[in-house]
């Protein structure tokens, strides 16, 4: 009889034991929120997407602004800017055409203009990836070639290759060769061949592979609007490596990713991840991230000289020479750039690029402007690059001018 109540009372204690040990912890006043508080917490929300083809001036604050999910961002586009360059590009009434401007230290985007008289409801030409990037692909050889320790001053003699370059140009032939120049003079003169030969003598597919990733190629571009990825295939086989790495190989490049890579160059190697975003209200921005070197100081510092080669002795010395003829705000500014030029076929479209940055000695901002023409010929990316840099120019001059005058009447005095 005792063994049974005292069977019943221990039966009694453990279930109690049991459901003591299964409530949750007790967390006092002021403690951090028990495990089965915390797994409720709503996860972090997405960021929102904004969108650009919405965009909108507005009269009161003189600022444009766009939706962005289920609020509205104040962007960082300059409007005066912006809207002189997108009246040349439509002036010019091209079939398709894109220009961007960019602070390379801050990332802040300060013009995206584009003008499609082919195709009038695109939208978005900045960040997509049509163009092939032609010659400007020689900016990625380049960082190549001096990483691997070639000096800009090393002379490569060569024959033939101004359109196309044909296997027998990659070999030596002093009969022919009668042409020299260093590798800045033929970044310059977008000098097919030198590439050509270099690449095919000191690269291979995974050194120029690496290159372009690292001015991201073939990964994505961090910005609040998607951006289509800029493509290029580096092929294994040696000739078809070497044309690859002229401009001739199947690389594509959008008008946003040209203006970083002259702001890469302009950073001394560093990307600063592009911006458009002022303030955002009521929707949920993404976090930008940090700036990272891509390419060695010294890379870097030897491209920005190789890269004025183009403004003083190169491809486009014939665009910016036109600025000393006459009052510019261009007149003492020292530019760097590469042109860029490739025709397809069927349908015939011909690709003009220019990407640079300015003034040399202290870059303030780097540009990109492709056009695409037909057998019409309406205008090359240097005169559009040009008068871009020159409306971006007096926007800076008036805006410098108007940060140092002196406030109240006396500031017609300085006039």
């Known amino acids: 009889m005792n063994r049974r109540r005292h069977a019943t009372w221990l039966i009694a204690a453990c279930v109690a034991l049991f459901a003591f040990l299964a409530l949750p912890p007790f967390a006092a006043s002021g403690d951090a929120a028990s495990p089965a508080k915390a797994d409720k917490a709503e996860p972090a929300r997405p960021p929102d997407e904004l969108r650009l083809a919405e965009i909108a001036l507005d009269a009161e604050s003189e600022r444009y602004t766009a939706p962005m999910g289920a609020g509205r961002a104040v962007l960082t586009m300059v409007p005066r800017v912006q809207e ?117 003598r000191a690269l291979d597919a995974d050194l120029l592979r690496s290159s372009a990733q690292n001015l991201l190629f073939n990964t994505p571009i961090p910005f609040p609007q998607p951006v289509e990825m800029s493509r290029a295939d580096i092929p294994e086989d040696p000739f078809a490596l070497a044309t690859t790495a002229a401009g001739f190989g199947a690389v594509r490049l959008s008008p946003l990713h040209g203006a970083l890579l002259a702001a890469i160059v302009a950073n001394g190697g560093m990307f600063v991840a592009p911006d458009v975003l002022a303030s955002v209200d009521g929707a949920v921005a993404p976090r930008r991230p940090e700036a990272r070197r891509v390419l060695d100081e010294r890379v870097a510092s030897e491209l920005a000289a190789m890269m004025r080669t183009t403004v003083t002795e190169g491809t486009a010395r014939q665009f910016f020479r036109l600025k000393r003829s006459r009052r510019s705000s261009l007149s003492s500014l020292t530019v760097a750039g590469k ?11 011909d690709y003009s690029w220019f990407v640079g940055f300015a003034p040399v000695e202290h870059p303030q901002v780097a540009f990109a402007v492709v056009v695409m023409n037909d057998r019409s010929w309406r205008v090359k990316a240097p005169t559009v690059a040009r008068a871009a840099l020159e409306a971006w120019a007096d926007w800076e001059w008036g805006r410098l001018q108007a940060s140092a005058a002196p406030s109240g009447p006396s500031a017609l005095a300085t006039r």
């Open 84 to 200: 002189r360059v997108a009246k040349l590009l439509s002036d010019y009434r091209v079939p398709w055409a894109a220009a961007v401007l960019l602070e390379p230290a801050s990332g802040r985007v300060l013009a995206m203009a584009e003008h499609s008289q082919r195709e009038p409801a695109s939208r978005g030409l900045s960040l997509q990836a049509r163009a092939p990037a032609a010659s400007v692909f020689k900016i990625v050889t380049s960082a190549a070639l001096l990483q691997r320790g070639f000096e800009p001053d090393a002379e490569v003699c060569y024959h033939g290759g101004r359109h196309r370059v044909q296997r027998n140009n990659l070999a030596d032939d002093p009969r022919r060769d009668r042409t020299c120049l260093s590798l800045a003079s033929a970044l310059g003169k977008s000098a097919n061949v030198v590439f050509a030969k270099l690449a095919d």
């Open 339 to 349: 042109t860029g030029s490739l025709s397809e076929t069927g349908p015939y479209r």
